[in-house]
Nanobody, 121 residues
Framework: QVPLVESGGGLVQAGASLKLSCVASSRIYSSKIIGWFREAPGKEREFVARIRWSTGVTVYADSVKGRFTISKHRHDTVHLQMDNLKPEDTAIYYC???????????????WGQGTQVTVSS
């Protein structure tokens, strides 16, 4: 399996928006669930959002609900649109895949290298 590749991070002010991309090396199978996670300094990796490729059904962490939107694009890409960013959203953002309806990082595979998101106050 080839790791997924994240991009789109950056340094923004509070209230701004960013759009992250997660690209697979080949077509994403319908059985897959793609998840976004984040890891802030000194904290454990935490679930942000996931999308089931076959149905488009999404799940969000309470901390981002109403501000972040996960979506599919083409046959190999998942986006994470992040609006109204807050300083507490500062972290390295990762994507990975699974076939389990899980929010646990341990259930996911093919982690990318991550993309840094920094939100200044």
């Amino acid at each position: 399996q080839v790791p997924l590749v994240e991009s789109g991070g950056g340094l923004v002010q509070a209230g701004a928006s960013l759009k992250l991309s997660c690209v697979a090396s080949s077509r994403i199978y319908s059985s897959k669930i793609i998840g976004w996670f984040r890891e802030a300094p000194g904290k454990e990796r935490e679930f942000v959002a996931r999308i089931r490729w076959s149905t488009g059904v999404t799940v969000y962490a309470d901390s981002v609900k109403g501000r972040f939107t996960i979506s599919k694009h083409r046959h190999d890409t998942v986006h994470l649109q992040m609006d109204n960013l807050k300083p507490e959203d500062t972290a390295i953002y990762y994507c990975a895949d699974t076939i389990d309806a899980s929010t646990s990082p341990g259930s996911y595979r093919n982690w990318g290298q991550g993309t840094q998101v920094t939100v200044s106050s």
